[in-house]
């Protein structure tokens, strides 16, 4: 298979798969290097295709219906599970987590995690690779961007994240 209509075929199975697609599961699927494809989605990237890389692969995100609104938060790496949890059980998708680094400014993470389970994979990923949260950088400052059906989604998430002591305030 060449090259473009390999990358070409990464970008249907992408579209055509319900959720992330590890870059490990597609060089099995094109037979080819994991480094080829993360090459592949590079240059599918630099040509215009939408594909974001979540902690669990790339995916190819669906137009964001409802609201899409932002949290500030602060807590330590104990809180995280609940947080996310919180978030995902009064009906939101968290989209990803911000940080303002230093140096480097805005450092975004994609996460989309929409219900306990992606919350315990990426928790689970995060414990495997010991890897800190982005928040570690900022001492547990961090915003969210959540898509919420509805505004009364939200506000349920930004009463049960004040309920829990994280919600960063005025």
Do not use: K
């Not at 290097?33 to 692969?57: F, K, M, W």
């Not at 940080?99 to 315990?120: F, I, K, M, W």
């Amino acid at each position: 298979m060449h090259a473009q209509d390999r990358r070409q075929a990464i970008l249907d199975t992408l579209r055509r798969s319900g959720g992330p697609v590890s870059a490990s599961a597609l060089a099995e699927q094109f037979s080819v290097s994991r480094q080829i494809i993360v090459g592949d989605i590079a240059l599918l990237r630099a040509a215009g295709a939408e594909i974001s890389a979540t902690p669990r692969g790339y995916v190819i995100l669906p137009a964001t219906t409802g609201l899409t609104r932002q949290v500030a938060c602060q807590h330590d790496a104990a809180g995280m599970e609940a947080e996310l949890n919180t978030m995902v059980d009064n009906g939101c998708t968290v989209v990803d987590v911000i940080v303002e680094h230093p140096v480097y400014g805005q450092l975004t993470g994609p996460l989309q995690l929409s219900n306990r389970y992606d919350v315990a994979q990426f928790l689970s990923r995060c414990a495997q690779s010991e890897a800190r949260p982005l928040s570690a950088l900022t001492e547990g400052i961090h915003l969210h961007t959540l898509s919420c059906s509805d505004e009364a989604a939200f506000n349920r998430v930004r009463e049960a994240l004040r309920a829990l002591g994280v919600l960063l305030e005025d």
